[in-house]
């Protein structure tokens, strides 16, 4: 589940994936919040299940794959209140043409075999089986349709792709999943792990930065660290700003205030030639 958010990765393959960020989807329509150390983007550019899966991928993430009760309430609570998302343009027909946004969940490979797979690749976890009668594999997080006659039910036996409702439906209520037909192009749900590389365990534990989401100014703590340099990266790989260290310092401040809302990175480099990369958003 997590572990499909590969942790450790160089610089080079992290510049990839953004990169390739304004290939499948534009900044302008990616909202992001952060909730437990993960950064989510919500691209408001309808995809079918597939492209918005592969598209996750390019972004450097997977499709949201929901493990506990906490994680979905987090989720709902921000998709209504830190997103600008368009009801209309988001809706799935077969889901009482209601608003959806996908996350990632399928059963393409065998009906009924529900599994955590938000990059689509052929590594996946199972966390249900069967339909409506069905039950968790487990004993991992569902949160299908309690409504009507409940989900998923596989209406016209093409119903393969998983999505979360952002309106009620008469199997289900709003935040709840749904078992879609995956050629429905939807909004979707981006996951990010917050911490993109490092090559050294003690300085990422030894470093903090906050508040994550940034409002005006980011602060890093570096605990007596001997940076050399710190640069702020946005999504297309720019160098925004770069801060050379002259002296030891616990505590530096950067200034966010004219930058963009959206995702940043912040390379942090050591005298010693270690780096530490994380992601922050404002």
Same mark, same amino acid.
């Given at each position: 589940?997590?572990?499909?958010?590969?942790?450790?990765?160089?610089?080079? &393959?992290?510049?990839?994936?953004?990169?390739?960020?304004?290939?499948?989807?534009?900044?302008?329509?990616?909202?992001?919040?952060?909730?437990?150390?993960?950064?989510?983007?919500?691209?408001?550019?309808?995809?079918?299940?597939?492209?918005?899966?592969?598209?996750?991928?390019?972004?450097?993430?997977?499709?949201?794959?929901?493990?506990?009760?906490?994680?979905?309430?987090?989720?709902?609570?921000?998709?209504? &209140?830190?997103?600008?998302?368009?009801?209309?343009?988001?809706?799935?027909?077969?889901?009482?043409?209601?608003?959806?946004?996908?996350?990632?969940?399928?059963?393409?490979?065998?009906?009924?075999?529900?599994?955590?797979?938000?990059?689509?690749?052929?590594?996946?976890?199972?966390?249900?089986?069967?339909?409506?009668?069905?039950?968790?594999?487990?004993?991992?997080?569902?949160?299908?349709?309690?409504?009507?006659?409940?989900?998923?039910?596989?209406?016209?036996?093409n119903q393969d792709a998983l999505g979360l409702s952002l309106e009620a439906w008469p199997n289900g209520n709003a935040g709840e999943w749904n078992d879609l037909n995956q050629a429905n192009t939807l909004y979707y749900l981006v996951e990010h792990s917050s911490i993109l590389g490092v090559n050294d365990r003690e300085f990422n534990t030894r470093t903090k930065l906050f508040p994550n989401p940034v409002i005006d100014a980011l602060t890093i703590v570096t605990d007596g660290l001997d940076l050399l340099d710190v640069v702020v990266i946005n999504p297309l790989g720019q160098e925004l700003l770069t801060l050379n260290m002259e002296e030891k310092m616990n505590a530096t401040k950067i200034d966010f205030s004219t930058f963009s809302n959206g995702m940043y990175l912040v390379k942090m480099r050591l005298k010693n030639g270690n780096t530490l990369i994380k992601q922050v958003v404002k």
């Amino acid at each position: 589940m997590k572990t499909k958010i590969v942790a450790m990765i160089i610089l080079s &393959s992290v510049m990839g994936h953004y990169l390739a960020t304004g290939q499948c989807a534009n900044s302008s329509n990616v909202d992001s919040f952060v909730y437990n150390g993960q950064t989510y983007e919500v691209i408001k550019e309808p995809k079918n299940w597939a492209d918005a899966a592969s598209c996750a991928v390019q972004r450097g993430g997977v499709l949201a794959e929901i493990n506990n009760a906490s994680e979905q309430s987090a989720i709902y609570t921000a998709l209504n &209140s830190n997103t600008s998302i368009t009801l209309s343009s988001t809706t799935a027909q077969d889901g009482g043409g209601k608003a959806y946004v996908w996350i990632g969940g399928n059963d393409i490979t065998t009906e009924g075999n529900w599994v955590l797979n938000g990059n689509n690749d052929a590594s996946s976890t199972q966390f249900w089986m069967g339909t409506t009668s069905g039950n968790a594999v487990n004993g991992l997080y569902n949160h299908w349709g309690s409504a009507g006659s409940s989900e998923p039910d596989d209406y016209n036996n093409n119903q393969d792709a998983l999505g979360l409702s952002l309106e009620a439906w008469p199997n289900g209520n709003a935040g709840e999943w749904n078992d879609l037909n995956q050629a429905n192009t939807l909004y979707y749900l981006v996951e990010h792990s917050s911490i993109l590389g490092v090559n050294d365990r003690e300085f990422n534990t030894r470093t903090k930065l906050f508040p994550n989401p940034v409002i005006d100014a980011l602060t890093i703590v570096t605990d007596g660290l001997d940076l050399l340099d710190v640069v702020v990266i946005n999504p297309l790989g720019q160098e925004l700003l770069t801060l050379n260290m002259e002296e030891k310092m616990n505590a530096t401040k950067i200034d966010f205030s004219t930058f963009s809302n959206g995702m940043y990175l912040v390379k942090m480099r050591l005298k010693n030639g270690n780096t530490l990369i994380k992601q922050v958003v404002k």
